[in-house]
């Protein structure tokens, strides 16, 4: 396993769903495949990753049998409502298929950790702070940036507006 995928981690963050870092080798995909991993999504943008190393990570996922969906959100940056609308309407209908699911952004911080509390809301029926909350009790460095978490409410805010109307 890399040092940069052992250092930063990554935690289930409720049944079947884990988040964490962006696998660098195939070393850190073959962990994930043996822990049962069979989709992800991948928050990253193509910029964050060394040259060559996506097709790395590709072939690796092919061979281990790995889904992996891409979704790109800026490192650091907003989190449009659109995206984590798409973000989390991918990931929920995996939760409720009950597929062992990867989400990752590139240290396991931030947008997998906003994106995870959107899927865990929608899922569990519960508002966007308790969700938050449970996803940080299992993976205490899961911290969406403060205008992130600004996003991550105005979006669920938003969507119970819609829902509403």
């Known amino acids: 396993m890399s040092q940069w995928f052992d250092a930063y981690g990554f935690a289930a963050?409720?049944?079947?769903l884990v988040i964490g870092?962006?696998?660098l080798d195939e070393h850190d995909v073959e962990h994930l495949a043996a822990i049962s991993i069979e989709r992800v999504l991948n928050l990253v943008?193509?910029?964050?990753y060394e040259p060559g190393r996506r097709f790395v990570i590709e072939a690796a996922y092919r061979d281990a049998g790995i889904e992996e969906h891409r979704m790109r959100l800026t490192d650091f940056g907003r989190l449009p409502a659109d995206q984590?609308?798409?973000?989390v309407q991918t990931v929920v209908?995996?939760?409720e298929e009950g597929a062992v699911s990867y989400v990752h952004c590139r240290a396991g911080w931030q947008r997998s950790a906003a994106v995870a509390a959107g899927?865990?809301?929608v899922y569990?029926?519960?508002d966007i702070v308790t969700a938050l909350d449970y996803v940080r009790r299992r993976k205490p460095s899961a911290d969406p940036l403060p205008h992130q978490r600004?996003?991550?409410f105005a979006w669920w805010q938003a969507r119970g507006a819609r829902r509403s109307s």
């Open 124 to 126: 569990e029926g519960v």
């Open 84 to 87: 984590l609308e798409a973000a």
């Open 45 to 48: 943008e193509d910029t964050e």
């Open 21 to 23: 870092a962006f696998p």
């Open 93 to 95: 209908p995996w939760m």
């Open 150 to 152: 600004d996003d991550l």
């Open 119 to 121: 899927s865990v809301a």
């Open 13 to 16: 963050v409720h049944d079947d």
